[in-house]
T-cell receptor, first 114, second 114 residues
């Protein structure tokens, strides 16, 4: 596609529920990143993929968060047993490769846990 | 640990004023440097980037940034701002080897008065 696409754009869920956030990267981009942004803060790194494998998942806050990219294209960020503190904007970005290329960001998914 | 500091959190300028936003990073190795901009209601967009070569980098919309390695700084400048430059600006770094995750600063919210 023309840009990075994230769905849904907004998600409201109840505390304790499971959610999935989807990211469609730019076609041909091998690197894919997930970030979380809270109000008044910069994007906080969660995980990035090079191809199908998670190259660095050091930013995932706990084992309730998991991400997959099974075919090296679309990625899904999965959050189990959601908590109110998980409410934030979740950003996805992709780049041609991880090394020495810039990342292009999607519009984000605003997750609200009530 | 890697970190990025943006010392100006909120900046208010009149049109035609000059702009300089500070960015300092902390990392022991070589890095790639970026400035991203987020206009109201839009996604993060790349303003400019530095990978290597001339430390004075020119980006879109008349912005430029200078990498001063000895000061670990990558300050953003524009000689004459416009009302349309009202946005949030984020500095980011990524190592040139190992993990390629982007580390962002907390952002600077710029308001330009017409």
């Amino acid at each position: 596609g023309a840009g990075v696409s994230q769905t849904p754009s907004n998600k409201v869920t109840e505390k304790g529920k499971y959610v999935e956030l989807r990211c469609d990267p730019i076609s041909g981009h091998t690197a894919l990143y997930w970030y979380r942004q809270s109000l008044g803060q910069g994007p906080e790194f969660l995980i990035y993929f090079q191809g199908t494998g998670a190259a660095d998942d050091s930013g995932l806050p706990n084992d309730r968060f998991f991400a997959v990219r099974p075919e090296g294209s679309v990625s899904t960020l999965k959050i189990q047993r959601t908590e109110r503190g998980d409410s934030a904007m979740y950003l996805c970005a992709s780049s041609l490769t991880a090394e020495n290329t810039e990342a292009f960001f999607g519009q984000g998914t605003r997750l609200t846990v009530v | 640990a890697q970190s990025v500091s943006q010392h100006n959190h909120h900046v208010i300028l009149s049109e035609a004023a000059s702009l300089e936003l500070g960015c300092n990073y902390s990392y022991g190795g070589t890095v790639n440097l970026f400035w991203y901009v987020q206009y109201p209601g839009q996604h993060l967009q790349l303003l400019l980037k530095y990978f290597s070569g001339d430390p004075l980098v020119k980006g879109i919309k008349g912005f430029e940034a200078e990498f001063i390695k000895s000061k670990f700084s990558f300050n953003l400048r524009k000689p004459s701002v416009q009302w349309s430059d009202t946005a949030e600006y984020f500095c980011a770094v990524t190592p040139t080897s190992g993990t390629y995750k982007y580390i962002f600063g907390t952002g600077t919210r710029l308001k330009v008065l017409a």
